[in-house]
């Protein structure tokens, strides 16, 4: 037995410094992490590009919200001249809520060549916060889209056009592109 004596301490024994028992701690063999580094790598790739989506989402979102404004705002003046008798008329106005607004064949119509944006639809349809509005290439149309977007609409592909009625009988058109949405 191989005893270890050092100046003013207690006498050691060389078996009592070696563990008594072997331990079953383990730590993660290589292959194990490797495995969780993989399966983590799969789950990034799945989900950020939904996360980075949410731009192209939300601005989607907001478009859906402002053609349902533009079409209840067109319906609801449409109703009102109809009541008032003006609804063939090329152009008429109407008094909502103390506001007249002005009608092309009884819907709202869009402002005449670059004149002042308050006038019919943009009387009855406010434009989004974070939105920018201007006269549409397209004939007696209106342009909506996000100010997220650092180019004009019709360059970026991302916007919603609101085309007074052109005739009798005829309702306005909206429509909306948003195949350039994703871009900005």
């Known amino acids: 037995m191989l005893v270890i004596y050092l100046p003013n301490l207690i006498p ?7 563990p008594t028992e072997i331990s079953n701690e383990r730590g993660f063999t290589l292959i194990e992490l490797v495995v969780v580094i993989v399966i983590l790598g799969i789950l990034g790739a799945v989900a950020v590009p939904k996360f980075v989506n949410m731009k192209e989402r939300a601005i989607i979102s907001s478009m859906e919200g402002l053609i349902g404004a533009l079409e209840t705002a067109s319906t609801l003046a449409h109703a009102k001249a109809r009541i008032d008798g003006v609804d063939s008329q090329p152009t008429s106005t109407i008094i909502a809520e103390g506001e007249t607004i002005e009608l092309a064949y009884g819907f709202p119509s869009i402002p005449p060549n670059n004149t002042t944006p308050v006038y019919g639809i943009t009387k009855m349809v406010d434009t989004p916060s974070g939105w920018k509005v201007r006269h549409s290439t397209v004939y007696d149309a209106w342009v909506y889209w996000p100010e997220v977007i650092p180019v004009d609409a019709g360059t970026a592909s991302c916007y ?13 058109q909206i429509d909306f592109t948003t195949s350039g949405c994703r871009n900005y």
């Open 160 to 172: 919603v056009r609101y085309r007074k009625a052109a005739a009798a009988g005829s309702r306005p």
């Open 12 to 18: 050691l024994k060389w078996e009592s410094l070696l």
